[in-house]
C-alpha cells in the first residue's frame, strides 16, 4: 500500500522557533505539495516540488521554505514561527499522470 | 469567481437516502476531476475520480461529469452515518498535469 508520511501528528512549537516538518513517500512520485488547512478557509497550497532540489511558490508561502534534496522527501521549515502560523499541515504526493494526490496523516502545529 | 466551488453545508441526509454533492468549476480546459472525503482532524482520502463526461459508479458512490455545464457532483446511495463527514470536490486545470485546485468542501450529515 502506497504511503505518505509526516514525521509528527502533533507538534507545538514557541513563537520564534526555526520549525521543520518532514514528509516522505515511498511511491517514488515527482511531485510533492505542502498545504495547511484552516477552518472556513480550505486547503491552501504554500510551496510544491516537481523534481529533486525543484520547487514553486503556491498561493501563501510568505513566512515558509521548503527543501527537496531527495525524490522522497520533502521538508517545509518556517524559518520563524507565530502564532497565525498555527495550522493543520497537509503534506501530498503524486505521479506526474492525471491521478489524484496521496496525502499524509496531517501534522497539527501549534505556536504559542 | 472561485476556482472551484461547493456549496459549505452542512447538507442533513437521513440514512438510507441519495446525498447528492454539487461542484463547479471554473477552467474549461480541465483534465480531471476528484472527489476526497475527509473525517474531522483527518487527512483528505481520495474516493473517486472521473475525466470522461457521463457517470461513473464505484460501488454506493457515483459521480458525474458535464464539462459543457462544468459541473462535477458525487451520489452516494444507501447514506450510512459513517458517511458523514467534508467532501472535497478537486480538479486539475489543463495547464498542470501535477496542480489540483480544492472547492472548500461540502459537510454531510447523516442522521439515523
Known amino acids: 500500500d502506497v504511503k505518505v508520511t509526516q514525521s509528527s501528528r502533533y507538534l507545538v512549537k514557541r513563537t520564534g522557533e526555526k520549525v521543520f516538518l518532514e514528509c516522505v513517500q515511498d511511491m517514488d512520485h515527482e511531485n510533492m505539495f505542502w498545504y495547511r488547512q484552516d477552518p472556513g478557509l480550505g486547503l491552501r497550497l504554500i510551496y510544491f516540488s516537481y523534481d529533486v532540489k525543484m520547487k514553486e511558490k503556491g498561493d501563501i508561502p510568505e513566512g515558509y521554505s521548503v527543501s527537496r534534496e531527495k525524490k522522497e522527501r520533502f521538508s517545509l521549515i518556517l524559518e520563524s514561527a507565530s502564532t497565525n502560523q498555527t495550522s493543520m499541515y497537509l503534506c501530498a504526493s503524486k505521479d506526474s499522470t492525471f491521478y489524484g494526490y496521496t496525502f499524509g496523516s496531517g501534522t497539527r502545529l501549534t505556536v504559542v | ?112
Do not use: H
Not at chain 2, 53 to 64: H, I, L, M, V
Not at chain 2, 82 to 90: G, I, K, N, Q, V
Open chain 2, 1 to 112: 469567481q472561485k476556482e472551484v466551488e461547493q456549496n459549505s453545508g452542512p447538507l442533513s441526509v437521513p440514512e438510507g437516502a441519495i446525498a447528492s454533492l454539487n461542484c463547479t468549476y471554473s477552467d474549461r480546459g480541465s483534465q480531471s476531476f476528484f472527489w476526497y472525503r475527509q473525517y474531522s482532524g483527518k487527512s483528505p482520502e481520495l474516493i473517486m475520480f472521473i475525466y470522461s463526461n457521463g457517470d461513473k459508479e464505484d460501488g454506493r458512490f457515483t459521480a458525474q461529469l458535464n464539462k459543457a455545464s462544468q459541473y462535477v457532483s458525487l451520489l452516494i446511495r444507501d447514506s450510512q452515518p459513517s458517511d458523514s463527514a467534508t467532501y472535497l470536490c478537486a480538479v486539475s486545470p489543463y495547464s498542470s498535469a501535477s496542480k489540483i485546485i480544492f472547492g472548500s468542501g461540502t459537510r454531510l450529515s447523516i442522521r439515523p
